[in-house]
Structures are given as C-alpha cells and as structure tokens.
Nanobody, 116 residues
Framework: QVQLVESGGGLVQPGGSLRISCTAS?????????MGWYRQAPGKQREMVAT???????NYADSVKGRFTISRDNAKKTIYLQMNSLKPEDTAEYYC?????????WGQGTQVTVSS
C-alpha cells in the first residue's frame, strides 16, 4: 500500500508563490507511472491541476499553464508543485495523486489559501 503525504500548503497573498510537496512511501517511485496534483475548492468538484509521468512528461490545466510547474525527484520519491502568480481562485485543498496501472492513490490534502 502506497501512502502519499503532502506538505507545504499555507496562506499566501495574491501574486505570491508557494511550493507544495508530496512524498510517496514506495520502494520505487517510478512504479507510480502517473503522479499529479488535483484541487478541490468548497462547493466545487475536484479538478486536475497538473500531472507528470515517470518519464517526465507533464500536463497542465489551462487555468494554471504558465504559472504552475510540476516536477519530480525520483531519488527523494517526491513530486513538487511550484505555484507562481497565485490568484484567489487558486484557493483550494490540493491533493497528491499516484497511479501504478492497478491502483489510484490519494494523499490527505494540503490547504492553499490565496488572500490579502
């Protein structure tokens, strides 16, 4: 059973930056072919923010393209989401996701609040 643990959320002003991390408790993070970040704001459905494959191919939601960057450090079994030019509408609970072709795993979430 793989556990995903997020960290790094918090309160940031509009226009600011934040980096959140997700560490996987797995023998080899490359077994998680797809990893990514999803977010859910109050009263809204969970949506994909960014994904990255074990080969490093990334994909972004249109709403964050050019502002967010997903990356992975396989040696540290960790993925990151660098968020720049944050907007109030980016406020949400951010969830780490991993998929190994058999099972989808979710972290417990980390809150990101963008407010002045």
């Amino acid at each position: 059973q793989v556990q995903l643990v997020e960290s790094g959320g918090g309160l940031v002003q509009p226009g600011g930056s934040l980096r959140i991390s997700c560490t996987a408790s797995t023998e080899n993070i490359l077994n998680l072919y797809y990893m990514g970040w999803y977010r859910q704001a109050p009263g809204k459905q969970r949506e994909m923010v960014a994904t990255i494959t074990s080969g490093g191919t990334s994909n972004y939601a249109d709403s964050v393209k050019g502002r967010f960057t997903i990356s992975r450090d396989n040696a540290k079994k960790t993925i990151y989401l660098q968020m720049n030019s944050l907007k109030p509408e980016d406020t949400a609970e951010y969830y780490c996701n991993g998929f190994d072709y058999v099972t989808t795993y979710w972290g417990q979430g980390t809150q990101v609040t963008v407010s002045s």
